[in-house]
């Protein structure tokens, strides 16, 4: 009986199991932190109607602000996978 290996599937990245880019601030692209860029490229729209919608929500209500703001908190840099929520909450580590 002949048995046979399979390699180790890769790590998992969110997103990518679905063909889309997995969600991430990128560097390229950004007017002030890349939440739209990344929001855009997570979700395969034009960044244009991404940042008119936040801008929308800015004007009516105000709710981009906060909204923008969480983007920021949580969503990774891009070349991270700690957002700056998870760097200000995790514990400084001494050597």
Not at 45 to 67: E, M, N, S, T, W
Request: charged residues 15%; aromatic residues 4%; glycine residues 12%.
């Amino acid at each position: 009986m002949e048995t046979t290996t399979h390699p180790d599937p890769p790590p998992y990245s969110p997103g990518t199991a679905l063909g889309t880019p997995a969600l991430r601030r990128p560097r390229d692209g950004r007017l002030v932190a890349g939440v739209a860029a990344g929001l855009a490229e997570h979700l395969g729209l034009d960044v244009l109607v991404v940042r008119l919608v936040l801008a929308v929500l800015c004007v009516l209500g105000g709710f981009g602000i906060p909204l923008y703001l969480a983007g920021w908190l949580l969503i990774p840099d891009e070349g991270s996978d700690v957002s700056v929520a998870e760097s200000l909450l995790r514990p400084r580590q001494s050597n």
